[in-house]
């Protein structure tokens, strides 16, 4: 049994522009001990499935939809009463955020911060709990911490709080860790320490972990698995090797292309074109169409399932069942890789189109004219309502892009 286990999770807010679907039927798991790295670009929906996870998310406006279950060992979190959770907050999962100033108390010294939790959790005495902290400090790489611990946050650099925010994280030896951006306010070089400190932790508790980031450099060096987050949706979830080896979704091919390499000119990195939707209009259909250079007709004519993919799809292994993956007989969830994208069932017009346009690294000059965008325009009013379930046709229509050759392609 996975450790935890994401079932449809979907979780929208009430906003003034409409319903704001940010996290729409996502599913995956986290074995005991495994790295799992979810990345996205802003807006994609990672905190909000990170919040969810630990029920905070602010209700209202924000609300957990029914239908959606969060078992973590076995138990569901979304059914356990409040006390209950305060109880498995600090204790069996632990959370760090991007900046650690909102976490911390300023009023108080961080050795007092920690030890409290200690206590809380733990319920073991005052020097104990004293001597535990500096432990702790210690142990994430603090110098001299019987002194620091005696400091207030903002006597400390920002990669000493993010030390002080991980101590307290794994001061209850959660097991479970999720850290969301937790390098991102600090430069390169600490940034590269605290990964390192949560890469040797995670070796010496043995404790699982959720990594959220937008930058995939991160997740080459610390996780085993990812699950790649696109307008509120997993689009492809792979092993850590996999994903950089040969990524299947177009959003995640992006992504990668985006990325500079050492030792491999370029004159210009690809950039995905446009941006994240909005959560209260997401595109209908395959939710990344207007930004995707592989697309066609069909794209819009009906979503996309979270396909087997890769090797997976050649093997014929696992399948989607009500937007929750099924995985093959005998395989566990990291041996899984899948991609929500029809590019799965017609892998032709990948092999089109790079051959045309070069996909990302080709300029996209009138992309606005393409049809999907015009479906996308005109069907605007529906978004709203949750789309309605089609059967995919059977074969490719019309390429969206791509040198005109008839009449009507120069029209559209
Ligand atoms: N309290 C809230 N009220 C309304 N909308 C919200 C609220 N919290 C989050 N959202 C919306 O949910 C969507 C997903 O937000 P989320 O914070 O999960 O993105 P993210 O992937 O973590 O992005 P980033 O990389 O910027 O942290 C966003 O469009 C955001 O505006
Ligand atoms: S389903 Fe179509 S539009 Fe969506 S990512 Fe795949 S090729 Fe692109
Ligand atoms: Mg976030």
């Known amino acids: 049994m996975a450790l935890l286990e994401v079932e449809n999770l979907r979780t929208y807010f009430e906003t003034e ?3 704001a679907r940010a996290v729409d039927g996502v599913s995956f798991s986290v074995d005991k001990g495994e790295v799992l790295g979810i ?23 924000g609300r957990i939809m029914p239908g959606s279950r969060i078992l973590f060992q076995g138990r569901d979190l979304l059914g356990v009463s409040e006390a209950e959770m305060r109880h498995v907050r600090g204790n069996d999962i632990a959370m760090i955020f991007q900046e650690p100033m909102t976490s911390l108390n300023p009023v108080y010294p961080v050795g007092d911060q920690i030890a409290e939790a200690i206590r809380y959790h733990r319920g073991v005495g005052k020097r104990e709990a004293r ?3 500096v432990e702790l400090l210690r142990q994430v790489g603090i110098p001299d911490p019987e002194r620091r611990a005696a400091d207030y946050p903002h006597q400390l650099s920002g990669g000493m709080r993010q030390r002080v925010m991980i101590a307290m994280a794994i001061s209850c030896e959660p097991d479970l860790l999720i850290a969301d951006e937790p390098t991102t306010a600090l430069d390169v070089t600490i940034q590269a320490q605290i990964l390192d400190l949560l890469a040797e932790l995670r070796e010496r508790l043995g404790m699982a972990m959720i990594l959220i980031t937008h930058d995939l450099g991160v997740v080459a060096q610390v ?7 696109y307008a509120g949706q997993v689009v492809e979830e792979a092993s850590v090797d996999d994903l950089f080896r040969e990524p299947r979704h177009p959003y995640t091919e992006g992504l990668l292309k985006a990325i500079p390499r050492l030792g491999k000119p370029v004159e210009r990195l690809a950039v995905i074109p446009g941006t994240v939707p909005s959560p209260t209009a997401w595109p209908v259909s395959c939710r990344f169409h207007p930004r995707c ?3 066609w007709d069909l794209c819009v004519e009906a979503a996309p399932e979270l396909f087997p993919a890769g090797e997976d799809r050649a093997a014929g292994v696992g399948g989607v069942s009500g937007g929750a993956l099924v995985s093959g007989e005998g395989r566990g969830s990291a041996a899984v890789r899948t991609s929500r994208c029809w590019l799965e069932r017609h892998p032709e017009r990948r092999e089109e189109v790079r051959r045309r346009t070069g996909a990302f690294e080709a300029s996209r000059t009138g992309y606005a004219e393409a049809p999907a965008e015009r479906w996308h325009a005109a ?5 709203a309502a949750p789309e309605p379930e089609r059967a ?3 074969a490719p229509a019309r390429p969206l892009m791509g040198d005109p050759d008839t009449e009507e392609d120069v029209r559209r």
Do not use: F
Not at 40 to 53: D, F, M, Q, W
Not at 223 to 228: A, F, H, L, T
Not at 379 to 383: F, I, K, L, V
């Open 17 to 19: 522009a409409g319903l």
């Open 39 to 61: 990345v996205g670009e802003s807006g994609s929906g990672k905190s909000v499935t990170s919040l969810s996870i630990m029920r905070l998310v602010p209700q209202p406006p």
């Open 131 to 133: 001597a535990r902290a």
């Open 223 to 229: 996780c085993d698995r990812v699950v790649v987050m």
């Open 293 to 295: 250079p592989y697309g």
């Open 379 to 383: 069907s605007a009013a529906e978004h």
């Open 392 to 394: 995919p046709p059977e």
